[in-house]
């Protein structure tokens, strides 16, 4: 079931007891980041602050952290639910006959649905400020003690390629430097810089015009942060996954689209001249990204509901509530990953490597060497580039599974043999590599060794009790009262 917009997600929370309503005052300036660490890490609910501290905006938090949460933002039982339906979509093929055709329809039907929807006006604009407005009326939060400032977290930055013309959505973090001015975190390697980099190349612009919108429906959330290529549309990813299409509406000041149905949306520019120091934060890594020039947002109108909630999040020392939006991209993306690499059997990417840090692959190994082609291969698609170290191992197991991951791993590999450096593009925020943005990577083939690859040894079995054994003892066991 798709949602109309974040009021509605809200509301479904509330009747799932999935949320849990805040009414003392707690102060944006670190209490709330200390509220939703505590939630978060004991499996806690959704929490709505209806009266954070200096301002008048109920502010929504831990929305997707957890599975059940995640889900329902999505509108499905289970994430597999989209995986499924991904796989599906990837293995059709041209009709049969009349009959093939037919069966085809229902597919072809649901894909007729994902564009996004133009109209003429919208929620977003029930109240529209072009002079009297202040960032200082939301609850932005200032989230860890050595932040740079208070910092929007959860913005979906709407930007446009001056080369082709496909709009970009994108999730930047965003410093508050005043009332009207915030950092934009354009890392590098992200779309919204390079739409960026294309303007002031040209030469012909001074400015690069930015529509950002704050509490949208949580599939549009969501789309902001996939992994797409950069061709596809995110609010078109969008349609897919909620079976409908992102209704969207022209911004006030420029030409931009934005959900019609966000609670609040900031219009503006960028100056492609003007760089501004941004940072210290609190990044998911755990450890504080440092400060660095970023360009500068610059808004110029702001526009909202007439009563809105400030959606946001936080990150830091894992898990947090982007594990589980993580997660979801894991499970969602593997289908497309196998497109590329069918020898795929799982992945897997533990919380504690933050994502970029460790990926966990299981193999169907088929030749000499498979693994380290299937290393190579991830470090040469999208941002899974960024992948510093990857664990390849046989499909027998459970990358799900750390424990038995590392147990393995450990087991299996001759260190010397078996671990391999290269260097490449790093995550922005990676603060070990020896620059920015640039570093080694690690790639451990934990497979098997054949005799093709060097290994004339008898390598051992696994420990494993006989079936018949297993089910004498579970009669006897039960019978022992244990």
Request: charged share 25%; glycine share 6%; aromatic share 8%.
């Amino acid at each position: 079931m798709a949602f109309d917009d974040l009021q509605d997600f809200v509301s479904a929370l509330d009747r799932k007891k999935e949320l849990k309503r805040i009414s003392a005052e707690v102060d944006p300036y670190l209490e709330i980041t200390e509220f939703a660490d505590r939630a978060v890490k004991s499996n806690g609910p959704a929490l709505l602050f209806e009266r954070p501290k200096g301002s008048n905006v109920p502010l929504l938090i831990n929305a997707f952290a957890s599975d059940k949460r995640m889900a329902m933002a999505l509108g499905v039982g289970n994430i597999q639910e989209i995986a499924d339906r991904i796989t599906e979509l990837k293995e059709l093929k041209k009709p049969q006959g009349l009959l093939g055709a037919v069966k085809m329809l229902p597919k072809l039907g649901e894909l007729s649905n994902i564009f996004p929807k133009t109209v003429s006006d919208g929620a977003c604009k029930e109240v529209v400020r072009h002079e009297d407005f202040s960032l200082n009326e939301f609850p932005i939060l200032h989230c860890w003690p050595q932040d740079g400032g208070r910092f929007i977290t959860l913005p979906l930055v709407f930007s446009v390629s001056r080369r082709t013309g496909k709009p970009n959505c994108g999730m930047y973090r965003m410093q508050v430097f005043d009332e009207r001015t915030c950092g934009m975190h354009w890392q590098t390697h992200k779309q919204g810089a390079d739409h960026y980099r294309q303007l002031k190349a040209e030469g012909k612009e001074t400015t690069m015009p930015i529509s950002v919108a704050i509490g949208a429906d949580p599939a549009v959330t969501f789309s902001a942060i996939a992994p797409l290529p950069p061709e596809i549309d995110e609010m078109m990813f969008a349609g897919f996954l909620r079976n409908s299409p992102v209704r969207m509406v022209k911004s006030e000041t420029n030409d931009l689209l934005v959900p019609a149905d966000a609670e609040i949306v900031l219009e503006g520019y960028v100056d492609l001249s003007e760089l501004r120091v941004e940072g210290p934060f609190g990044d998911h890594t755990g450890f504080y990204s440092l400060e660095d020039d970023y360009p500068v947002f610059h808004i110029t109108c702001v526009t909202h509901r007439k009563k809105p909630i400030y959606g946001t999040t936080i990150v830091g020392p894992p898990p947090m509530e982007d594990f589980w939006m993580g997660k979801a991209v894991e499970r969602i993306f593997l289908p497309l990953m196998k497109l590329q690499l069918p020898e795929v059997v799982d992945i897997c990417m533990p919380a504690e490597g933050v994502f970029h840090n460790l990926i966990l692959v299981s193999i169907r190994k088929a030749y000499p060497g498979h693994a380290r082609k299937v290393m190579h291969s991830i470090w040469g698609t999208g941002q899974a580039m960024f992948s510093k170290c990857i664990v390849v191992v046989d499909e027998d197991v459970n990358v799900q599974d750390v424990s038995e991951v590392a147990w393995k791993a450990l087991n299996n590999i001759d260190p010397e043999r078996d671990i391999e450096m290269v260097m490449g593009p790093i995550d922005s925020l990676d603060h070990a590599s020896r620059l920015a943005n640039y570093g080694s990577k690690m790639g451990v083939d934990a497979t098997k060794k054949w005799p093709q690859e060097g290994f004339t040894r008898r390598w051992p079995d696994v420990l494993k009790m006989d079936a018949s054994v297993k089910e004498r003892v579970d009669a006897l066991w039960r019978k022992a009262g244990m």
